[in-house]
């Protein structure tokens, strides 16, 4: 920021809005969607993270997605509840159809602008472009007071152009204008250019809020995302984890501790609870199996580890010495033994809580019940496998339509591994059906093949142990792809025998593939098919 821009800053004006993505940009890439319970249940955890947007999905896209951003809108208050549109009517009329019973709705119009997507997606002129962005806002605005517009691929788009459409859809009412780099092509100070010029040369900028919306393709989401703010944006798109098609989207954990941490140098505020970003990066995995790399900044596994002895010298004089963050501010927990066999449910739960946590009465009991079985097996119970347990009870009530009930597995050197299991089909039979394979879990992935149809492919199959010590529970984490679908489905369960674990997964994935076949008649399109 030059001196004179941090001049201009005043104080109302230090307020960046986080616009959550994760349930839309997020959901649409491969290995993370979500079914309608599990969107629900993030969208709360957004809620209480304090997140100013939540980009709840694209209604037209599907009955599912439809149904999933009405009860977003319907329950979650506090945050705006956004829907995406293409610039149509019929999008947007079906866009407000789901938001209309929010607190706060915003409709997200979009449009691509970029001479590239101009001539070979869209074959439509420049003054074709501003006339239908300016009518699809126009008629947004008809409906709802909240209305952000994004020219798609700005960051390609000439400067000239970008200028005359922001202006134009200012003036036909939007709200919000948001700049995205839709392919991840910017650079740092190409995309504050890009901000700092809009602010210049578009007469009416400041009756909108200026956004933007990175892409990591070239592993700059955040950095872009940094440089605009500095430059004069005040709103922020990003995930969760920097979850996001393809690369993914600016980290939003990434961006809150960059603002936090720096304070001294941005001088900006979010509303952001810092200390609720690892529970719900690790809600996220937790339902979507996608694993955060061990070195991922704010919360990866190593993020707060000091391993060298010069800097675990230094630690023990002065944490300063090589902390920026203390793990707390980002509620890593503490991994100190919490329980044991004899803890009551009291304990239990306010652990729970001071784990960022909030169970009702009936999750506590059944929770209660699992971490007595834990802990008669493990005779140490640590937080994170607390979180496990916790975990498994949040996404409880997703649809399970198979459930496994048994499973019988016979291995050994010079034998042929057999795996017999005992499932639940979705119309109450109890089936049991075995096979044999090259190991015991490739066994036990054919037999749950024979009882529910589903022929998959193992793209990925990792086992980690959640804490250290030789009975420790072990997660596993693995992805199906299918024939009939590019997407591809993940699956994860956790136990202290992780023959058990790999079972509870592949059927979790299974039931994903079900799920989605159960949707798939409806999905009309997504954002960037012919949008
Ligand atoms: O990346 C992009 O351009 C988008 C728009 C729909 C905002 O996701
Ligand atoms: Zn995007």
């Known amino acids: 920021m030059t001196t004179q821009e941090s001049q201009k800053t005043s104080q109302s004006d230090r307020h960046v809005k986080i616009f959550d993505t994760t349930l839309r940009d997020g959901e ?8 309608h319970v599990e969107k629900l249940e993030f969208a709360r955890a957004l809620s209480l993270l304090g997140v100013d947007i939540i980009e709840a999905g694209f209604p037209i896209a599907s009955n599912g997605d439809f149904e999933s951003v009405r009860a977003i809108a319907t329950e979650i208050t506090g945050s705006s509840i956004c829907g995406l549109a293409r610039s149509n009517e019929r999008d947007i009329a079906r866009a407000w159809e789901a938001l209309q019973f929010a607190q706060k709705p915003r409709i997200h119009v979009f449009l691509a602008t970029s001479a590239i997507h101009r001539e070979h997606k869209l074959r439509m002129s420049r003054d074709q472009i501003i006339a239908k962005a300016v009518e699809s806002v126009t008629f947004a605005r008809s409906l709802c007071a909240d209305i952000e517009f994004s020219p798609e691929d700005a960051a390609r788009t000439e400067i000239d152009f970008l200028c005359d459409v922001v202006g134009a859809v200012i003036e036909a009412g939007a709200t919000t204008v948001n700049i995205p780099d839709t392919v991840g092509y910017a650079t740092p100070a190409h995309y504050a250019g890009i901000i700092r010029t809009l602010k210049q040369r578009v007469a009416n900028i400041n009756q909108a809020t200026i956004s933007v919306h990175c892409h990591d393709d070239l592993g ?8 605009a703010v500095e430059a004069g944006a005040r709103q922020i798109e990003c995930t969760i984890n920097g979850v996001g098609e393809r690369a993914g989207n600016a980290a939003l954990e990434e961006i809150v501790m960059a603002l936090k941490t720096r304070h001294d140098y941005f001088n900006l505020e979010t509303n952001i609870r810092s200390e609720r970003l690892y529970p719900i990066s690790r809600l996220l995995t937790s339902i979507t199996g996608m694993l955060v790399q061990r070195n991922k900044a704010i919360v990866g596994k190593n993020a707060f580890a000091h391993e060298s002895g010069i800097h675990q010298d230094g630690m023990l004089k002065e944490r300063s010495t090589y902390e920026i963050m203390r793990p707390e501010d980002v509620g890593v927990p503490k991994t100190d033994l919490v329980l044991g066999k004899h803890s009551g449910r009291a304990a239990i739960k306010d652990r729970a809580i001071e784990l960022g946590y909030h169970l009702s009465q009936e999750q506590i009991e059944t929770l209660f019940v699992d971490f007595k079985t834990l802990a008669d097996k493990k005779k140490e119970v640590f937080d994170d496998d607390l979180i496990v347990l916790v975990e498994k009870h949040i996404h409880a009530d997703a649809p399970a339509l198979w459930k496994l009930e048994g499973l019988h597995v016979v291995t050994g050197m010079n034998l042929l591994p057999t795996a017999t299991v005992s499932i639940r089909r979705p119309d109450g039979h109890l089936v049991q059906d075995a096979a044999i394979g090259d190991g015991p879990v490739d066994a036990i992935f054919k037999a749950v093949e024979r009882v529910t ?7 990925e199959f990792v086992v980690r142990s959640v804490t250290s010590g030789k009975d420790a529970q072990g997660e596993v984490n693995l992805e199906l792809s299918v024939e009939s679908d590019d997407r591809s489905f993940a699956g994860r369960a956790a136990s202290t025998d992780i023959i058990e674990a790999s079972a509870l997964a592949y059927l979790n994935a299974v039931n994903a593939i079900a799920t989605r076949r159960d ?5 009309i399109g997504r954002p960037g098919a012919g949008a």
């Open 28 to 35: 649409q890439s491969p290995g993370c969607s979500m079914n």
């Open 220 to 227: 700059m989401a955040v950095a872009n995302s940094l440089a």
């Open 453 to 459: 149809g589903v022929r998959a492919n193992l793209k």
């Open 519 to 523: 949707r798939q008649r409806e999905v």
